[in-house]
């Protein structure tokens, strides 16, 4: 069997795998594709041969660094992808504007602006435009990332459409400050006035009314104070109020200083992630330090009224856990323990919290903290040592069942399959799936759960050996 691995440069010093591929040619085009992103340093291909006897040969196929990065993108972050857009909507609806907070995020927080204000606003439009040469920087990042996902043969055409879109959206910005619009008083003003509006400007009107009052504030606590108050109205009950609302909490969930001063006093990386997936549960209790405004939020989350801001939370929490940033920077020798702590936070016997995304994040973290060993280890081993670390068989299936539907898992083929099979094979008593601390009704019903979604696992896979496994 023959699979090749795209590995990606953690801290200029150990290799991880990002990705696997079924062929030598889409290998290569996905550690191309990393580098022009500019997340990594340095990628690599490497084709994995396993012989008959169940040992592997490993050959480097391919390896390249990053280019220095021109000095016009130096204001940009590096993202990934960006959400495709082909009308004027489109480009200022909600993942749209979390992919610009992500985009122009040293930008937005030198000025102190969301993207919502940045998108709805003439004078800031402008101040953004006159940012030397930002505005075409951007432009044809997202381009370019727009056509790789759509298969276009080059960026020229998406392009010209955002161009155009930033034309149109400027245009409208300054009709509406030709107006002279007065800052709204509260929510309900804002709203009614959205309303008076033409069908096809509500939105619009309602975001540029809002972001007058949230230009005012030009710290984000204070923004976030605002939009808390407003969440409170009784015209904040309208369902198209929440869904605006949301995503200017979603807005506020990107600056990384704004997370830093709500979360209060965290002892280390690990603690305040696990205090951000609390927050996003509705669960969290302030930590030392932390503003007021903290717990209103937290009953907002309870209330199930922010899913997008939920989202945006977990997006951050997984790229950092899958990320190479010290869990324990203060103290080195905690790293271990504190990726156990994580661990055992987001995967229980009933989910992994953050779902394949997250499971594809703790095995590229648990391959740098778990492997102890030089050089380079592939997902299947990596998944092995993150597997072996969790404390119950319920639990390890949980993680093998929900990293099976991950980017990386599905590419991983028979040796997934493999594992679940061995998971299950070892698994032969109930003390090994469930411990015996447990009450016995708890125990049986742990067993239930994992027998269903084994079940369920024989459906959703789509390639014949590791659902021929699950059904064994």
């Known amino acids: 069997h023959t699979s090749f ?16 591929a079924g062929d030598e040619g889409q290998a290569r085009l996905f550690a191309d594709n990393l580098l022009q992103t500019g997340n990594h340093s340095a990628v690599r291909v490497i084709r994995d041969f396993e012989r008959l006897d169940g040992t592997h040969a490993e050959t480097v196929l391919m390896e390249k660094k990053a280019p220095e990065k021109a000095p016009a993108e130096a204001g940009l972050s590096a993202i990934a992808e960006a959400p495709p857009c082909a009308t004027l909507e489109e480009c200022t609806a909600l993942p749209a504007r979390i992919m610009v907070g992500r985009l122009l995020r040293k930008y937005l927080d030198e000025v102190q602006v969301t993207p919502t204000e940045l998108l ?41 459409f955002l161009e155009s879109a930033w034309e149109q959206l400027g245009r409208r910005a300054r009709d509406f400050a030709a ?13 009614e006035r959205a309303e008076a509006a033409p069908a096809e ?5 309602l975001r540029a009314l809002l972001g007058l009052a949230l230009i005012e504030r030009r710290n984000w606590v204070g923004k976030l104070e605002l939009v808390v108050q407003w969440a409170v109205e009784p015209a904040a009950e309208a369902p198209w109020v929440v869904a605006e609302l949301d995503g200017l909490f979603a807005d506020l969930g990107l600056p990384a200083q704004l997370i830093q001063d709500l979360l209060g006093f965290q002892s280390n990386l690990a603690c305040a992630l696990g205090q951000i997936v609390d927050l996003a549960e509705g669960r969290a209790t302030p930590a030392k330090g932390a503003p007021p405004v903290f717990t209103d939020l937290v009953a907002l989350f309870a209330a199930g009224r922010l899913p997008a801001t939920r989202d945006v939370l977990m997006g951050r929490v997984i790229r950092e856990v899958g990320g190479s940033n010290p869990l324990s920077r203060n103290d080195p020798t905690q790293e271990f323990e ?19 995304p997250m499971a594809e994040a703790l095995v590229q973290r648990g391959a740098r903290v778990l492997y102890t060993g030089t050089g380079s280890i592939n997902a299947a081993e990596a998944l092995r040592l993150l597997v072996n670390a969790l404390p119950d068989g319920c639990v390890r299936l949980r993680l093998l069942l929900t990293f099976a539907q991950s980017t990386l898992g599905q590419a991983m083929g028979p040796a997934l399959g493999q594992a679940l099979a061995a998971h299950v094979d070892r698994s032969t008593h109930i003390d090994q799936w469930i411990a015996v601390r447990h009450s016995p009704r708890d125990r049986m019903a742990a067993l239930k759960t994992a027998n269903a979604a084994l079940r369920v696992a024989c459906l959703l896979y789509t390639s014949p050996s590791p659902r021929d496994y699950c059904a064994h």
Not at 124 to 151: H, N, W
């Open 120 to 160: 709805h606003n003439a004078k800031e439009m402008k101040r953004f435009g006159d940012k030397g040469t930002l505005l075409f920087s951007a432009i044809d990042r997202v381009a370019g990332l727009q056509a790789r996902a759509a298969g276009e043969e080059g960026p020229a055409q998406r392009k010209a």
């Open 201 to 205: 400007a509500r939105l619009f009107t």
């Open 179 to 191: 107006a002279k619009p007065k800052t709204p008083a509260s929510l309900g003003e804002a709203v």
């Open 338 to 356: 504190m990726f156990n702590r994580l661990l055992t936070r987001l995967v229980s016997a009933e989910r992994v919290t953050g779902g394949p």
């Open 5 to 20: 691995e795209i590995q990606v440069l953690a801290d200029n010093k150990r290799w991880v795998v990002a990705e696997m």
